[in-house]
């Protein structure tokens, strides 16, 4: 079923916004979920195909809702917790 | 202070510190590791590299053509390469002419030569460039204030596999006097992508 | 296993719409192509993300006329096309 990352041609989004001059990461959370995926990767708790596949997996809803670094670390969680690594208990902090 | 690191209402930063917390307790990562790659990740990849590159192609047609044929081959002549990340990926690059111009994108996500050139811009990942540029390329370069002519063939490369791709832009006339450092400096990274002449 | 298409051939993209990962674009379903060139080989990503074994198999550099994608454009999209994305394109003129 056709994802809705796979926007390549749809229409209806607004105009293409810039940022003049913006940092390599807007806070220090997206870089360190940028090194947390690399390293997961890394030591080979998931692949990058995995990973992709978990970001297209969020629901379209909020995958539009949520910013980029956001989708990167749904997907993390997901992972996680799909591979039984932590469970959504422990990373919910409960 | 730092918010409450528990359900729906805690703010993302909370979230990533706690996450990151737990997995270094489980022995999965390494704070500092992860602080030293992030660092040398920045050290070394920025788009200063790709100017780098385009300046030496437009003094040197020897190395224009090497960079053209084979980008990871030609890339360590400045020092540089396409490896420190998770896989060396092909660094494809392609130039633009008196009558074609190149645009990148990733549609499916947001695939860039990050090794070489570090992130990309936010809007590169948006939906609005990805899901335009493909079918609208000329909509989407005005928005970015560049109109090239009619008689310009625009061909738009979706990096959807392996290899990465980077615009050589085409050099600007009244440049002959300028040297390689001064060349470089004319390079934008928005050149770099396709979205500006250069 | 020797690359199926070289430079130069038409080819036809599947028209599949799988319930998997898969990094063929769906504007460039059944679209009409020409093998640019080889991108290397590499395991197919649709069996990757499911953790299926995959060897690595040919890519290729595709073009496409917009108007074949889109029905309009003046401009060429190029994707990088997994070999099992690909059929040779039957020669126009034959039924």
Not at chain 2, 149 to 176: C, F, H, Q
Not at chain 3, 40 to 59: M, N, S, T, Y
Request: proline share 7%; net charge negative.
């Amino acid at each position: 079923m056709s994802r809705i990352n796979d926007v390549g041609g749809m229409q209806g989004f607004p105009p293409v916004e810039q940022e003049a001059d913006e940092p390599a990461f807007h806070a220090d959370w997206e870089a360190h979920v940028f090194a947390l995926n690399r390293a997961l990767i890394g030591r080979g708790v998931y692949n990058l195909d995995e990973f992709r596949d978990a970001i297209e997996r969020m629901p379209p809803q909020e995958y539009l809702a949520s910013s980029y670094y956001e989708k990167w670390f749904r997907a993390i969680t997901t992972l996680l917790a799909q591979k039984g690594v932590l469970t959504e208990e422990e990373m919910a902090g409960g | 202070m730092s918010g409450d690191h528990t359900g729906p209402a805690a703010t993302i930063a909370a979230r990533v510190r706690h996450v990151e917390g737990l997995l270094e307790q489980r022995g999965l990562v390494d704070s500092q590791e992860l602080d030293r790659a992030l660092e040398a990740f920045l050290a070394r990849a920025s788009p200063a590299n790709g100017a780098r590159l385009v300046a030496r192609a437009w003094l040197d047609n020897g190395f224009r053509g090497r960079l053209l044929a084979d980008g990871n081959a030609a890339l360590p002549e400045l020092g540089l390469s396409m490896g420190g990340g998770l896989q060396e990926q092909r660094l494809n690059v392609v130039e633009n002419t008196e009558d074609s111009h190149n645009v990148i994108v990733c549609t499916l996500c947001s695939c860039y030569p990050i090794a070489l050139l570090g992130p990309s811009p936010t809007w590169y990942k948006s939906e609005a460039y990805r899901s335009r540029v493909v079918r609208d390329p000329r909509g989407v370069l005005r928005e970015f204030g560049f109109e090239p002519g009619p008689e310009v063939k625009i061909n738009v490369w979706d990096s959807s596999a392996e290899s990465r791709y980077m615009v050589l832009p085409r050099r600007p006339a009244g440049t002959g006097d300028l040297d390689e450092p001064a060349l470089a400096a004319l390079v934008t990274r928005n050149g770099l992508i396709g979205v500006a002449p250069v | 296993m020797a690359e199926l298409f070289s430079p130069g051939d038409r080819v036809r993209t599947s028209l599949a719409d799988p319930p998997h990962h898969t990094r063929l674009p769906r504007y460039a379903r059944g679209a009409l192509g020409t093998v640019v060139e080889h991108q290397g080989r590499h395991p197919l990503p649709d069996r990757r993300a499911r953790q299926l074994p995959a060897e690595p198999e040919p890519v290729y550099t595709v073009r496409f006329a917009a108007a074949e994608l889109f029905g309009e454009g003046d401009h060429t999209v190029t994707i990088d096309l997994w070999e099992s994305y690909l059929r040779p394109a039957v020669p126009e003129g034959i039924r």
